[in-house]
Structures are given as structure tokens and as C-alpha cells.
């Protein structure tokens, strides 16, 4: 079993700046990507950013430019940098990791539990 525990949540001024952290433990031989989601109040939950093993990233659009996703593979770690924010980014933030417990084992995806990111003056 892989554990997710996001950290970096909190109340913050539009325009301001937060970074995320989750981390992740357990039974791991690999993670592969990671992810950030968020969900706001009566929406749907979405994509912010991913990242491959390798670094390769992806952005939904309404983040290009002001979010920053990163990882170091050694601590099994993935952060979210957040610059610029505005009141509509105000949600639940949750990180999802692809791990696998051995070697050619299947990849199975897990979920945090949120951190909660306000924007508001």
C-alpha cells in the first residue's frame, strides 16, 4: 500500500504564492507520474499539472504560466508552485501518484487526502 500526505494548504491574498508538497510512502519499487487535481466547491475534480518520471510536465490551461509542478524522485516527492493566484483557484488541492511495489509489477494510482488552498482577500 502507497500513502500520499499533502502538505503547503492555506489562506492566502490574490495574487500571493503557496507551494505544495506531497509525499509519498509505503510498499514503493517506483513511481511513475504524478499529478495534481484540484476540486472547487460543486465542481468536478480536474487537472492542474503532471509530471512523468522524467520531467515531463502538462498544465491545464487556466495554470500555464502561473503554476509549477517539479518532483525529486529520491524522496518520492512532488510539488505544486502556485504564483499569482486568484480567488477561482480556491479548492481542495489533491496529489495522485502512479507506483509500482516491485519490479513489473502493475502500476496502481493513489490519491491524498487535500489540502485546502483559499484565495481571498
Known amino acids: 500500500q502507497v500513502q500520499l500526505v499533502e502538505s503547503g494548504g492555506g489562506l492566502v491574498q490574490p495574487g500571493g504564492s503557496l507551494r505544495l508538497s506531497c509525499a509519498a510512502s509505503?510498499?514503493?519499487?517506483?513511481?511513475?507520474?504524478m499529478g495534481w487535481y484540484r476540486q472547487a466547491p460543486g465542481k468536478q475534480r480536474e487537472l492542474v499539472a503532471g509530471?512523468?518520471?522524467?520531467?515531463?510536465?502538462n498544465y491545464a490551461d487556466p495554470v500555464k504560466g502561473r503554476f509549477t509542478i517539479s518532483r525529486d524522485n529520491d524522496k518520492n516527492t512532488v510539488y505544486l508552485q502556485l504564483n499569482s493566484l486568484k480567488p477561482e483557484d480556491t479548492a481542495v488541492y489533491y496529489c495522485?501518484?502512479?507506483?509500482?511495489?516491485?519490479?513489473?509489477?502493475?502500476?496502481?494510482?493513489?490519491w491524498g487526502e487535500g489540502t485546502l488552498v483559499t484565495v481571498s482577500s
Open positions: 495522485n501518484a502512479g507506483a509500482t511495489m516491485f519490479r513489473g509489477g502493475m502500476t496502481y494510482y493513489y
Open positions: 509505503g510498499r514503493i519499487f517506483s513511481i511513475n507520474d
Open positions: 509530471i512523468s518520471r522524467s520531467g515531463s510536465t
